[in-house]
């Protein structure tokens, strides 16, 4: 028999399924359903796993993914909500830093190199999408669009150092390291195709590389706090 816990899962996934298809054929009316009932079900699954008594871990990211559901729909919404579906992403990715850095930050040559890493990705794809918004006389979002970029930076980074951490179990490590690559992947690509042009795989892969993004650091978020308890 099927529990209301796993329910919300399944309907997550089925709604996410649907929202890409919808992205994919341009049915707005679909996407206008399916795309914020796929958080709104993680949202409820996230919720019904949480113990009676929750870490302050799990209400952080709790709060990134309300705010993550506010961002979709702004962007969703007929006309140029660019700015506030920004601002609600940008507030969502400073609650999952919190979330992965509440022990305190990673801070050792491995945990570095990473920073250096996603530094050079970050700045390379910047200058691409700067020039492009300079060039289309789009200076307004310059800054921005750069300040999202930084934490959406560090978000990545320290979503990947859960994985030099002791107390992650290497499992939940990895999703949460491949949940915040994905999410800077699916970012970089809405950017990209906004700023500088259309892109291969299009709003298709931008809206399955998010959902997977939001599912897996989520899966690795309870992990976490279950292993803990």
């Given at each position: ?92 990715h400073i609650a999952y830093i919190i979330t992965f850095n509440l022990a305190g930050p990673v801070l050792n040559w491995t945990s570095l190199l ?116």
């Amino acid at each position: 028999m099927i529990t209301i816990t796993a329910l919300f899962l399944i309907l997550c996934l089925i709604f996410a399924v649907l929202n890409w298809i919808a992205v994919s054929i341009q049915n707005r009316r679909l996407e206008y359903v399916a795309k914020p009932a796929t958080l709104i079900l993680l949202i409820l699954w996230f919720v019904s796993r949480l113990p009676s008594d929750p870490p302050s871990l799990g209400w952080w990211f709790l709060s990134g993914l309300v705010f993550s559901l506010a961002g979709d729909i702004f962007l969703m919404l007929p006309g140029d909500h660019f700015l506030k579906g920004l601002v609600a992403f940008l507030i969502a990715h400073i609650a999952y830093i919190i979330t992965f850095n509440l022990a305190g930050p990673v801070l050792n040559w491995t945990s570095l190199l990473i920073a250096l890493v996603v530094t050079c990705i970050a700045v390379l794809i910047l200058r691409r999408l700067v020039a492009s918004m300079r060039t289309a006389g789009r200076t307004a979002l310059v800054g921005p669009v750069v300040i999202y970029a930084f934490f959406l930076g560090l978000t990545l980074w320290s979503a990947t150092t859960t994985l030099l951490r002791p107390e992650w179990t290497r499992f939940a490590g990895w999703l949460v390291a491949i949940g915040g690559t994905l999410f800077f992947t699916s970012d970089a690509a809405i950017a990209w195709n906004r700023f500088v042009g259309p892109h291969l795989g299009g709003r298709t892969f931008e809206m399955i590389t998010y959902h997977l993004a939001q599912i897996s650091l989520s899966v690795g978020v309870l992990m976490f706090i279950a292993a803990s308890i």
